[in-house]
């Protein structure tokens, strides 16, 4: 079955600490990225890859950091740094100058 | 920078009705891809239809189809016979159509579907 998977679907946090939020796609896409969803906010950029070993800051980058070791993974850390992490995580891939598909989303809840 | 702009937080529309929600986007860019999104309570984003710029002809997906008026920057969705699934958040998009450079959503508009 070819497609974006995230894990987990439901994460809680406490405060201070630092989590990982897990995505993983089959579908030998070169870009993928990492938005996160508020409530009334749409969705906004926090980090992408466009390549293997590289990757950019996205306009809410602060608290966050990523790494792309392999073409299929691109997981996502909210580190204690990020204040309000509370939202809803959205990882999607593309292949080259197409279009974006998306996971089905983690919900990362701070206790 | 570029920005897309959803002007209806909220619209409803009867069961078999025709709706259509806007979208207005800014760009200096000649060349790029506009996209509709649908979000249902499930949150998993769907893609609707997809319109490359240098294409005059609106784009159709069965009963989705856009208006793409390039020179107003303006790109809305019609959906037609509208159906009780079709309840959801609705996402505009914009990419650039150099690179795998991310999207550019607006805020969204909440679509609900009556009986």
């Known amino acids: 079955d070819g497609g974006i998977t995230q894990s987990p679907k439901y994460l809680f946090r406490k405060e201070g600490q630092n989590v990982t939020l897990s995505c993983e796609q089959n579908?030998?896409?070169?870009?993928m990225y990492w938005y996160r969803q508020d409530p009334g906010q749409g969705l906004r950029l926090i980090y992408y890859?466009?390549?293997?070993?590289?990757?950019q800051k996205g306009d809410i980058a602060e608290g966050y950091s990523v790494s792309r070791e392999k073409k299929e993974s691109f997981p996502l850390t909210v580190t204690s740094a990020q204040k309000n992490p509370t939202a809803f995580y959205l990882c999607?891939?593309?292949?080259?100058?197409?279009?974006?598909?998306f996971g089905p989303g983690t919900r990362l809840t701070v206790l | 920078a570029q920005t897309v702009t959803q002007s209806q937080p909220e619209m409803s529309v009867q069961e078999a009705e025709t709706v259509t929600l806007s979208c207005t986007y800014d760009?200096?860019?000649?060349?790029?891809?506009l996209f509709w999104y649908k979000q249902p309570p499930s949150r998993q984003m769907i893609l609707v239809i997809r319109?490359?710029?240098?294409?005059?002809q609106n784009a159709t997906e069965n009963r989705f189809s856009v208006n793409f008026q390039k020179a107003a920057k303006s790109f809305s969705l019609k959906i037609s016979d509208s159906q009780l699934g079709d309840a959801a958040m609705y996402f505009c998009?914009?990419?650039?159509?150099?690179?795998?450079?991310?999207?550019?959503f607006g805020k969204g508009t909440r679509l609900s579907v009556i009986a």
């Open positions: 998009a914009y990419r650039e159509r150099s690179g795998n450079t991310p999207l550019v």
């Open positions: 760009t200096s860019e000649s060349d790029y891809y």
């Open positions: 890859s466009q390549i293997v070993n590289d990757f």
């Open positions: 579908l030998n896409h070169d870009a």
């Open positions: 319109q490359e710029a240098y294409k005059q």
């Open positions: 999607a891939s593309s292949p080259r100058r197409d279009t974006q598909y």
